[in-house]
């Protein structure tokens, strides 16, 4: 079985800031893992995915994560936020073999002006 | 594509009545999944099918929810009876079957509120 836990359910940062979101995972088996975003009264979608490689993996709207397997964790980040930035955001990973996606309880990022 | 549709956006009922949430994929995809999101809880799988069978509903909460997918284009979720601590956000996603790694497509979802 997976687990998901983001460590913050709220980040509050301010515009033109740094940010990370933290997600660490636990699984017996290999994982793919996901940074979903979700806006208001939107669905969820894709920022990026780790398949394998490289552990440093690009998303849209300037967003990277770094896999570390020792750590089981999949950190989140951006150098520089934006307002439109806020939003909800997702981690998830999927089993080797396995078709069910388990999600994170969710980070919600505001971003202050 | 038009992406994931889901109707009704919104719904507002009365305890016991009968709630049918609705769902077309993405045309190809041939995985479809049920959530359910609400804040005590977060985003929790119902169910999802594969090639219009389902696959595995174990995390439907009772038999109050039935699922169904008739065709490939099309799937609902019913609720009968609905109960007030049913008020959610229910979201249909779909995906293509080429691995395990394929992105889910989420549809907008449909906010339901059971009097």
């Known amino acids: 079985a997976q687990s998901v836990t983001q460590l913050d359910s709220q980040v509050p940062v301010f515009e033109e800031a740094p940010v990370e979101l933290r997600c660490n995972y636990s699984s017996s088996v290999s994982v793919y893992l996901f940074w979903y975003v979700q806006y208001p009264n939107q669905g969820l979608q894709l920022l990026l995915k780790y398949l394998s490689g490289s552990t440093l993996v690009k998303g849209i709207n300037g967003f990277e994560a770094e896999f570390n397997k020792s750590q089981t964790s999949f950190h989140l980040r951006k150098p520089s936020v934006h307002i439109s930035d806020t939003a909800e955001y997702f981690c998830?990973?999927?089993?080797?073999?396995?078709?069910?996606?388990?999600f994170g309880a969710g980070t919600r990022l505001f971003v202050k002006a | 594509d038009a992406g994931v549709i889901q109707s009704p956006r919104h719904e507002v009922t009365e305890m016991g009545q009968e709630v049918t949430l609705r769902c077309k994929p993405i045309?190809?995809?041939?995985?479809l999944f049920w959530y359910r999101q609400t804040m005590m809880r977060g985003l929790e799988l119902l169910i999802y099918f594969n090639n219009n069978v389902p696959i595995d509903d174990s995390g439907m909460p009772e038999d109050r929810f039935s699922a169904k997918m008739p065709n490939a284009s099309f799937s609902t979720l019913k609720i009968q009876p609905s109960e007030p601590r049913d008020s959610a956000v229910y979201f249909c996603?779909?995906?293509?079957?080429?691995?395990?790694?394929?992105?889910?497509?989420f549809g907008p979802g449909t906010r339901l509120l059971v009097l």
């Open positions: 045309s190809g995809h041939d995985y």
């Open positions: 998830a990973v999927t089993s080797f073999g396995g078709f069910k996606t388990i």
């Open positions: 996603a779909s995906r293509e079957n080429r691995g395990e790694a394929e992105t889910q497509y």
